[in-house]
């Protein structure tokens, strides 16, 4: 059956040139990738694109244009099955998860996509890529969408977008989904793992929600770690709340000026919230004597989510201007399947 899919472009490699004066890569418009990939036109769906203006490279995405791309996807929401989005891997898993949490009752595919070569080199991965993206986004079973959730599909497989993390800058399987398993890979046939695909049920509709809340701050823990250093976070100007980046299990030092300087800062309103360093597994407060001290302090785990999903969860809650507690409740709990609570 014929689908309808709006590809939005954003800019990335994907799309890009090599600037004739330089040797950088710049972002070009989607007319490039149309000219390079005329076949896409044969798969029979209507497959109609815009480009979001001006194109970036992603390290230049900003949470202004994650309101844009909301904001196109809910006005053309009833016109199409599924949203493809072009977009730079550097911040991908990023957009990804902010997109998750702002598309709310989201019933329709929103699939990420790029690629790590430009569409115009000959071994480019955009092909595969883009491709298998349509097919996704315009999948269906008893005329339901098979994965109404926002996605990356990169290099054969189909991840949860706010599960993902940009790891690899040189292999063509630029992203890891560490802590859930892939939605879907793509081998002969597609092969769709429904029991891990977020369910919808269908009597709600979409609903956006376009108030992002930047005043956070990352604390990446280091050995020899200096209370200068804690005291410059803790002291940025209208700083609402922290991810700490932990060791291990979620494990920091136990010198009581660091324990006092986080203990402080918590009662003062701020928010903490606990990721670890690695890449993967989950933060485990408690299980070992060097993070009791943070939960005596106030702060709140966050279980196995990436930086990522971190970082944009707290700018959604913090949007919604609620109280500290009631954020500190939420982040207890995943929304979108962003974190596994055990
Ligand atoms: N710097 C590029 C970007 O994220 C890298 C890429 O697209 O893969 O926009």
Redesign the pocket.
């Known amino acids: 059956m014929q689908k309808s899919i709006l590809i939005i472009y954003t ?4 799309g890009m040139i090599t600037r004739p004066d330089k040797n950088s890569l710049m972002p070009f418009d989607f007319e490039e990738i149309r000219k390079h990939f005329p076949e896409i036109e044969k798969y029979g769906h209507r497959l109609s694109a815009v480009t979001i203006h001006p194109v970036v ?3 230049n995405i900003k949470p202004g244009s994650w309101i844009k791309i909301a904001e196109l996807i809910r006005d053309e929401y009833e016109q199409y099955d599924g949203f493809i989005i072009l977009h ?4 991908m898993s990023f957009s990804s998860s902010a997109l998750s949490f702002m598309l709310d009752d989201l019933g329709k595919p929103v699939i990420f996509t ?3 070569l430009p569409v115009s080199t000959l071994r480019t991965d955009a092909r595969e890529n883009l491709i298998a993206a349509i097919e996704i986004a315009s999948a269906e079973k008893e005329g339901s969408p098979l994965v109404p959730e926002v996605c990356i599909y990169f290099e054969f497989k189909l991840f949860r977008g706010n599960r993902t993390t940009k790891h690899n800058t040189e292999d063509f399987n630029a992203f890891l989904s560490p802590n859930y398993p892939p939605l879907a890979e793509s081998g002969v046939r597609m092969r769709y793992h429904p029991e891990h695909i977020l369910k919808k049920d269908n009597s709600s509709k979409l609903k956006i929600h376009t108030r992002l809340d930047n005043n956070i701050a990352i604390l990446k823990i280091f050995p020899g770690i200096s209370g200068n250093v804690l005291d410059a976070t803790l002291g940025t100007v209208g700083l609402k709340a922290v991810i700490m980046e932990t060791f291990g299990a979620g494990n920091a030092p136990t010198d009581p000026w660091f324990y006092e300087k986080i203990r402080a800062a918590n009662e003062a309103g701020i928010v903490f919230l606990n990721i670890t360093q690695c890449t993967q597994g989950s933060v485990e407060m408690g299980r070992y004597e060097t993070s009791e001290h943070l939960i005596k302090a106030g702060v709140i785990s966050g279980y196995d989510s990436t930086p990522e999903a971190a970082v944009t969860k707290l700018m959604f809650l913090l949007g919604q201007e609620l109280p500290p507690a009631e954020i500190k409740l939420l982040l207890n709990k995943p929304i979108k399947g962003e974190i596994t609570v055990s």
């Open positions: 800019g990335g490699t994907i490279d992603s390290s730079g891997t550097d911040t790029g690629s790590q």
